[in-house]
């Protein structure tokens, strides 16, 4: 080894310092044993190193005989905060991320003084450098995939420098990989960067509206749709996405609506994929995607918009459903009908940020697509899958929706939405499941208990004394 790493023995009191190492390196190893190694090698046997190294706070990385040093890697997927011992090494990618957050650096010569400076660091500075290592060692370095994609990214913003990702993109979740400059440069264009900004986003939204029934008359889906979607202020933009084979609804229909209404016939795109339009056309950050036969009131809408506004980079909504581990059969199984747990919001009733419209139409590989496109029913699995994996958070469930069919009567919204009533359905969900876990090589799938309600929801109190008094309950 070096100078450095020979010293480093002295530290070692078997308590508060631990210096643990062994000299069984290769076939031929004690050809090349000096004086201390049975010492290591009977130290190194009564601990458990990688027990050791995932309750370390600290992890040396002293300068080996080669130019780089595995136990850097090893330091960081176990979140200990590497401390690097060795002068004039170039830590890897730092052209983009900024190591200052998340290793220290000593200087060889300075060695024993190693138990005084860290004791510098307070528990909080220590959490953050913990947290930003794993945030480090598994945006970018988790696999031999994500080392060569992120190779090739930072190849890319050198070659195209008027289109880069900003320092700040590659250092805070979720990371350059998945903030794309294909979207914006700027911080302010996603969801994921208020903190940083102090960007506040605005209530107001554009309406995706997926439809297919004729319009007959003033009481049909679409135009009920539209008189309630009228009635909010915040209403931007709406389009309606076509996707029946039946003559589109005429332009009179919306002649009164004071916004601006785009009318896309997509005849040819199946089930929820309809949703997923150019994000061009999207004239705001919130997205509220609806389907025409959602019954919905304006006051809904706005304190989805509320909520969506705290939480900008979650998927908010009021239909949820769940999965769960079935370890008799080794898959996923769909579940729809949750009680208080639920990892998965519907796009029947949603809002969120354009940005990942943008995301599932340009980074879903091809494998997913042509999943999505023969099994249309995965569409709500994957977009819910995809927002997971980008946010490590769950979805946002919205105040329980009933639907009244009289004064006294009312049922589950859930228990009304069209889903998969068979054997079959289900069983397709199922392998939904384990086809997208296998295609993005993980779960990301995030379970909540978590139900956001308006201040005085359930209390017995005037109406007049609620903000949003209509959430919850829709006549039929």
Same mark, same amino acid.
């Given at each position: 080894?070096?100078?450095?790493?020979?010293?480093? +023995?002295?530290?070692?009191?078997?308590?508060?310092?631990?210096?643990?190492?062994?000299?069984?390196?290769?076939?031929?190893?004690?050809?090349?044993?000096?004086?201390?190694?049975? +010492?290591?090698?009977?130290?190194?046997?009564?601990?458990?190193?990688?027990?050791?190294?995932?309750?370390?706070?600290?992890?040396?990385?002293?300068?080996?005989? /080669?130019?780089?040093?595995?136990?850097?890697?090893?330091?960081?997927?176990?979140?200990?905060?590497? #401390?690097? #011992?060795?002068?004039? *090494? =170039?830590?890897?990618?730092?052209?983009?991320?900024? *190591?200052?957050?998340?290793?220290?650096?000593?200087?060889?010569?300075?060695?024993?003084?190693?138990?005084?400076?860290?004791?510098?660091?307070?528990?909080?500075?220590?959490?953050?450098?913990?947290?930003?290592?794993?945030?480090?060692?598994?945006?970018?370095? !988790?696999?031999?995939?994500?080392?060569?994609?992120?190779?090739?990214?930072?190849?890319?913003?050198?070659?195209?420098?008027? @289109?880069?990702r900003s320092y700040a993109m590659w250092n805070h979740p979720p990371g350059?990989?998945?903030?794309?400059?294909?979207?914006? &440069? !700027?911080?302010?264009?996603?969801?994921?960067?208020?903190?940083?900004?102090?960007?506040?986003?605005?209530?107001?939204?554009?309406?995706?509206?997926?439809? %297919?029934?004729?319009?007959?008359?003033?009481?049909?889906?679409?135009? /009920?749709?539209?008189?309630?979607?009228?009635?909010?202020?915040?209403?931007?933009?709406?389009?309606?996405?076509?996707?029946?084979?039946?003559?589109?609804?005429?332009?009179?229909?919306?002649?009164?609506?004071? #916004?601006?209404?785009?009318?896309? =016939?997509?005849?040819?795109?199946?089930?929820?994929?309809?949703? @997923?339009?150019?994000?061009?056309?999207?004239?705001?950050?919130? #997205?509220?995607?609806?389907?025409?036969?959602?019954?919905?009131?304006?006051?809904?809408?706005?304190?989805?918009?509320?909520? *969506?506004?705290? @939480?900008?980079? +979650?998927?908010?909504?009021?239909?949820? /459903?769940?999965?769960?581990?079935?370890?008799?059969?080794?898959?996923? +199984?769909?579940?729809?009908?949750?009680?208080?747990?639920?990892?998965?919001?519907?796009?029947?009733?949603?809002?969120?940020?354009?940005?990942?419209?943008?995301? @599932?139409?340009?980074?879903?590989?091809?494998?997913?697509?042509?999943?999505?496109?023969?099994?249309?029913?995965?569409?709500?699995?994957?977009?819910?899958?995809?927002?997971?994996?980008?946010?490590?958070?769950?979805?946002?469930?919205?105040? &329980? %929706?009933?639907?009244?069919?009289?004064?006294?009567?009312? &049922?589950?919204?859930?228990?009304?939405?069209?889903?998969?009533?068979?054997?079959?359905?289900?069983?397709?969900?199922?392998?939904?499941?384990?086809?997208?876990?296998?295609?993005?090589?993980?779960?990301?799938?995030?379970?909540?208990?978590?139900?956001?309600?308006?201040?005085?929801?359930?209390?017995?109190?005037?109406?007049?004394?609620?903000?949003?008094?209509?959430?919850?309950?829709?006549?039929?």
């Open positions: 080894g070096s100078d450095a790493r020979n010293t480093l +023995r002295h530290l070692h009191n078997g308590k508060t310092i631990i210096m643990l190492t062994t000299c069984k390196h290769g076939s031929g190893w004690k050809l090349f044993a000096d004086a201390h190694c049975q +010492r290591d090698n009977d130290l190194y046997e009564t601990f458990d190193y990688s027990e050791l190294l995932e309750n370390s706070t600290f992890c040396l990385v002293p300068r080996g005989r /080669r130019l780089g040093s595995f136990r850097f890697l090893e330091a960081m997927q176990a979140a200990c905060v590497p #401390v690097s #011992v060795s002068n004039g *090494w =170039v830590l890897p990618f730092s052209e983009v991320i900024d *190591w200052k957050r998340a290793v220290v650096e000593v200087d060889e010569r300075m060695v024993l003084q190693l138990p005084n400076i860290l004791k510098r660091y307070s528990n909080d500075a220590i959490l953050a450098m913990r947290q930003q290592v794993h945030f480090i060692a598994d945006t970018y370095f !988790s696999s031999i995939e994500k080392i060569i994609t992120t190779t090739l990214e930072i190849i890319h913003d050198r070659v195209k420098s008027h @289109f880069k350059g990989l998945l903030a794309l400059p294909s979207f914006s &440069q !700027s911080l302010h264009s996603f969801p994921f960067y208020s903190s940083l900004t102090s960007n506040r986003f605005s209530l107001n939204f554009t309406a995706i509206i997926i439809a %297919k029934t004729p319009v007959k008359s003033s009481s049909a889906p679409l135009v /009920r749709l539209l008189k309630q979607l009228a009635l909010t202020t915040a209403l931007q933009k709406v389009i309606i996405v076509w996707t029946s084979s039946a003559p589109p609804p005429r332009k009179k229909l919306w002649r009164k609506l004071d #916004v601006e209404v785009i009318l896309q =016939v997509s005849q040819d795109v199946k089930g929820r994929l309809a949703h @997923f339009v150019d994000d061009r056309l999207i004239a705001t950050d919130a #997205v509220l995607a609806v389907d025409e036969d959602t019954r919905l009131h304006s006051d809904e809408v706005m304190f989805g918009l509320t909520v *969506w506004k705290d @939480f900008p980079d +979650r998927l908010v909504g009021y239909v949820t /459903r769940g999965h769960t581990y079935e370890n008799s059969s080794s898959r996923w +199984r769909y579940v729809a009908r949750t009680k208080n747990e639920y990892s998965m919001v519907l796009l029947n009733l949603a809002i969120y940020h354009r940005y990942y419209n943008h995301l @599932f139409s340009v980074v879903l590989p091809n494998p997913t697509r042509e999943l999505l496109e023969k099994k249309v029913d995965c569409v709500d699995i994957a977009f819910n899958f995809l927002i997971s994996y980008v946010t490590k958070q769950p979805p946002i469930r919205l105040a &329980q %929706k009933f639907s009244i069919t009289d004064g006294r009567s009312k &049922q589950k919204l859930d228990d009304c939405v069209p889903e998969a009533n068979t054997t079959r359905q289900f069983r397709l969900r199922d392998e939904c499941l384990s086809e997208l876990t296998e295609n993005f090589g993980m779960m990301p799938l995030r379970q909540s208990q978590v139900r956001l309600e308006p201040l005085l929801y359930k209390d017995n109190v005037s109406n007049t004394r609620k903000k949003y008094h209509n959430v919850g309950y829709v006549k039929t």
